[in-house]
């Protein structure tokens, strides 16, 4: 694992050649979804009256994720990523402008977000992919921390403009503004140096299946797979709930979840020294679901809103074990590895958030948050015990005299 490389700061990142147009493309591209997403959700609820169908057009592409990285993640390693990126965010473009078209029916919107979310895994790949060759893996860090930064502001400021705009115009020419930013992100995706494909040969499903088989195969990636997927997407089910839990209160607790978050991303991205993160993974991990535990019984807001921002500091793990992840993983196969990474993510996120509706409905929305919290905990303390075991390195929480991992 890196111990003492240099850190670079958030200045030095956008000084470093084409970390500023991907940043800036990646930025168009999450307003652009996060308008749409509500708009669409807008939409679908006006037409139909169901809160289910309105979630479903908003958060199934997440869902859907997994096929796509079932049958297409293998071209985010074998496609050129300056013409993989652009002609993916101008298909978005397009199929935005297409449910904006006045009487599409509500079956034909699902089936174009879902589509969209079957493409969604491969951009993630393609993505991610290229910033561990413009940063190099002992950078990617920073550069993933500063992403995360972006992603939640984008969001944040993507929900109340996009609401604000829903309200005052109307939700179709909101999707249109979101294609317009969608058209934004392609064209400064080409200010992007042409690059060859990390990976020889053709994407295809077999290549994909093969790929996927190849990163599971060791069991330290697995691990940390599994770390990156369940015990944070458990935690997402815990916010799913704040609307229920609270209904005056949760622009509150969402407020103070994406505060806690943003500090975490800052302090394990910029702050630590290398020395510390790999073994603050887990730490971190438990701090994520524990403050959930007391919400059972139904603390004040103001505390209720401090405990959601230390548990959202806990998302901090995510960087850490990405760090890992990209040091497990050869370089042919780093887009593909942060591809599955990223869709596995959002599908348990969407998985955990159904499950936990469906306790809350059977019990209650502070019970639902304990059961979440303690699987989430359960979940950690079973990974890492099983880590350790062979591992050279001491696995998901290394020990103090670990040597570095390597790639196979």
Request: charged share 10%; proline share 7%; aromatic share 6%.
């Amino acid at each position: 694992m890196p111990d003492d490389t240099p850190r670079r700061t958030y200045t030095d990142l956008f000084r470093t050649p084409e970390f500023s147009p991907l940043f800036l493309s990646s930025s168009a591209n999450i307003a652009a979804q996060t308008v749409s997403g509500l708009a669409l959700g807008t939409l679908v609820f006006r037409a139909t009256n169901s809160p289910l169908l309105s979630a479903l057009s908003m958060f199934g592409p997440a869902l859907a994720q997994v096929l796509g990285a079932t049958f297409f993640l293998s071209g985010a390693d074998r496609l050129p990523p300056r013409a993989t990126l652009a002609g993916l965010a101008l298909a978005f473009a397009a199929a935005t402008s297409a449910l904006a078209l006045p009487g599409l029916p509500v079956w034909a919107m699902l089936a174009i977000v879902l589509a969209e979310g079957l493409i969604a895994s491969l951009g993630g790949g393609v993505r991610w992919g290229l910033l561990t060759e413009i940063l190099s893996k002992d950078g990617y860090l920073s550069g993933r921390s500063l992403f995360n930064m972006m992603s939640g502001v984008m969001q944040i400021a993507g929900y109340a403009a996009g609401g604000v705009l829903v309200a005052v115009l109307s939700p179709r020419l909101c999707l249109l503004i979101a294609a317009a930013l969608y058209g934004t992100s392609a064209a400064l995706a080409l200010r992007l140096t042409r690059r060859p494909p990390r990976a020889s040969g053709r994407p295809s499903v077999r290549a994909t299946w093969s790929a996927n088989a190849r990163l599971w195969s060791a069991p330290a990636r697995r691990h940390v797979y599994l770390a990156l997927w369940i015990p944070n997407g458990l935690v997402v089910g815990c916010e799913s709930l704040y609307v229920s839990y609270d209904p005056r209160a949760a622009g509150t607790l969402f407020a103070g979840a994406a505060l806690g978050m943003l500090a975490g991303d800052v302090t394990v991205g910029r702050l630590l020294p290398p020395r510390l993160r790999p073994r603050l993974g887990i730490p971190l991990l438990v701090l994520l679901a524990a403050p959930y535990l007391v919400l059972f019984l139904r603390p004040p807001l103001p505390l209720t809103a401090v405990l959601v921002a230390l548990a959202s500091f806990g998302f901090g793990a995510s960087l850490v074990q990405q760090e890992r992840l990209v040091a497990l993983t050869p370089d042919d196969l780093s887009g593909h590895a942060l591809g599955l990474h990223s869709a596995g993510m959002l599908t348990m996120q969407g998985v955990a958030a159904t499950a936990a509706g469906t306790v809350a409905q059977l019990t209650s929305p502070a019970t639902a948050m304990t059961v979440m919290a303690l699987a989430s905990l359960t979940v950690t303390f079973t990974l890492t015990a099983v880590s350790r075991r062979g591992a050279t390195d001491g696995g998901l929480w290394p020990t103090r005299a670990a040597g570095a991992v390597r790639a196979t």
